[in-house]
């Protein structure tokens, strides 16, 4: 691929169907087609149509493929977030059977790089002349222990036959859920793609941007942290929903004072029984601290809203300090007010980075999905906040782990070096510069390939 002549690229972009990725590719795609590359972005109808499209690039060609019909998944449904967890390896099904039409669109089209996430493995081997970029949407440092994890399963396998590799030390419970034909595609996608990138910078992850390059054998470019480009649009709701929102929300923490409310959000998948959304309730009320609690309505248990769940009385008994907020709410824009000081998360990288940008320290309650333990694990690490500590043989907490590990983070004394990392952090994670450079790196990679190996 020679780009001497300043000839523009065609790149199709193929996220999972989940918000934490479709976002970041979409971020990918608005600065590729500034450097006027055409980008042809790929999804389901209902995801396409949830973007926001205001101001992109005509160079960004939405393409829908509707998601195959399959047994187990609810009829319309064609993201994560419309799903309990259990049910998520339907969608994945689904989203393997999108591998025809993506093939013949591929076949009849004059793309050039192809930009897909972790879990299309068969897309590499489909993409026929193109070449394949594997974008993954967080932090290496899961990609590293997931990595190492995998080499060493299939050392044990070689070596006896079975699966018996032990890894629920060292934050890697999740990855006890991989059998072999999961190890198989995600290295399969490593394998045949040109290059990998992630959600992150040198400047963060120095360590482990340069492991991974060793471990596959291949140039790792980091795309930068993608910090959002702008608070006044989010996705969630409709424009005047936004304002709606934020009016009420921004009018409870303007009586608040400078950096004393925690904002506590578990993004839009993770699963709390009752019980344990009782224990975080009361941990919250024992804490004695202003906060926002958003608690969405939809399941988080078989048949029970969010909003059915919590201990009766609550919302009563923290009425002069605390605010219980049902349905979506405008996380940009709240985590952005001066009043907030400290962030109660899943640890979700999207939601991370967004916290991070604004310099909001961490409490940080692990969702137990995908790559969220290995990020808290991460900024624990990191020290620009604190893991509630949990049972590793069911993930059960107590109320007064959270009433205390929540104060040490956001008042008392041994928290104020905590504080003082996130808020240096804004540095990064909030550099608008510092990301395009990145983004800049890796266009001229993709503009320079194959020289640029």
């Known amino acids: 691929m020679d780009n001497k002549d300043n000839h523009k690229l065609h790149i199709t972009m193929f996220p999972w169907l989940a918000y934490g990725h479709i976002m ?17 972005f790929i999804s389901t109808p209902k995801n396409i149509q949830r973007l926001p499209k205001s101001s992109l690039s ?38 393997d059977l999108l591998q025809p039409p993506l093939t013949h669109f591929l076949q009849h089209s004059d793309v050039n790089w192809v930009i897909h996430d972790f879990v299309c493995h068969w897309l590499p081997e489909s993409r026929l002349s193109t070449e394949s970029t594997r974008f993954t949407s967080t932090s290496p440092m899961p990609l590293h222990w997931l990595s190492v994890a995998l080499l060493l399963s ?8 079975r699966r018996t590799s032990r890894l629920c030390r060292n934050g890697l419970t999740f990855l006890q859920m991989l059998l072999l034909s999961s190890m198989r595609w995600f290295a399969d996608a490593i394998q045949y793609c040109n290059l990998v990138t992630m959600r992150s910078s040198t400047e963060f992850e120095p360590d482990s941007v340069s492991l991974l390059s060793k471990l596959y ?35 409870w923490l303007d009586n608040k004072k400078e950096r004393s409310v925690i904002y506590i959000a578990l993004g839009t998948e993770v699963t709390l029984t009752q019980e344990l959304m009782h224990e975080l309730a009361h941990g919250i009320e024992k804490s004695g601290l202003p906060f926002i609690w958003v608690i969405n309505n939809r399941p ?18 923290v009425d002069n300090r ?7 709410a405008p996380q940009l824009k709240v985590l952005g007010h001066s009043s907030i ?86 540095e990064i994670f909030g550099n608008k510069e510092l990301n395009n450079k990145c983004l800049d790196e890796f266009t001229r990679f993709l503009e320079t390939w194959p020289a640029a190996t």
Request: proline letters at 7%.
């Open 24 to 40: 970041p590719f979409l971020e990918v795609s608005k600065f590729l087609a500034q450097k006027g590359h055409r980008v042809s």
């Open 217 to 251: 054998g291949k140039p790792v470019i980091p795309l930068g942290l993608l910090p959002p480009s702008s608070v006044t649009r989010q996705h969630g709701g409709a424009d005047d929903q936004v304002d709606e929102n934020w009016e009420v929300l921004r009018e």
């Open 322 to 328: 605390g605010l219980v907020w049902r349905g979506w």
């Open 300 to 317: 988080l248990v078989e048949g029970m809203l969010g909003a059915d769940i919590i201990p009766p009385g609550f919302e009563t008994r």
């Open 341 to 426: 000081g400290g962030f109660l998360t899943h640890c979700g990288w999207s939601s991370v980075i967004e916290a991070l940008g604004f310099g909001r320290v961490l409490i940080l309650f692990s969702g137990a999905n995908a790559d969220q333990g290995l990020i808290a694990r991460l900024l624990h690490g990191k020290q620009v906040g604190l893991e509630i500590p949990r049972d590793e043989r069911d993930g059960s907490f107590t109320s007064d782990s959270v009433a205390e590990l929540t104060r040490r983070v956001m008042v008392d004394k041994e928290g104020e070096s905590l504080r003082s990392n996130a808020w240096a952090m804004k």
């Open 58 to 95: 005509p160079l960004i060609t939405f393409v829908e493929l509707p998601l195959p019909a399959i047994e187990g998944l609810p009829h319309t449904t064609e993201s994560t977030s419309e799903l309990p967890i259990h049910k998520v390896p339907y969608l994945k099904k689904a989203y």
């Open 154 to 161: 299939y050392a044990e396998v070689n070596a006896s036959g």
